[in-house]
């Protein structure tokens, strides 16, 4: 799992494995609650904590996509939750 920030500096995103989508799915909701999601064909557009993110699953690997300053703190409240659950596993 890695967050990173896009060379355009307008957006950033976190990257996990496929495997890995319940883990972040329940990190999302014990931090901000039920998320909503709407399908595309190539995508789906997930919104929690009042922000809209772009969900994409390709070749294995999962990402959360944030075009906002918000979005990228949200972001990063995830991979601080699920660092720590996995640093308490490992311990």
């Known amino acids: ?25 329940q ?12 399908r595309h064909i190539t995508y789906s557009t997930i919104e929690f904590g009042g922000e809209r993110f772009l969900f994409q699953n390709e070749w294995d690997d999962a990402c959360l996509i944030a075009s906002t300053e918000a979005g990228l703190n949200l972001l990063l409240q995830i991979e601080r939750r699920l660092e720590r659950r996995l640093s308490e596993t490992i311990a």
């Open 1 to 25: 799992m890695k967050l990173l920030s896009h060379s355009n500096g307008n957006s950033s995103s976190l990257e996990f494995a496929s495997e890995d989508i319940e883990i972040v799915r």
């Open 27 to 38: 990190a999302i909701l014990d931090l901000f609650g039920e998320a909503t999601s709407e």
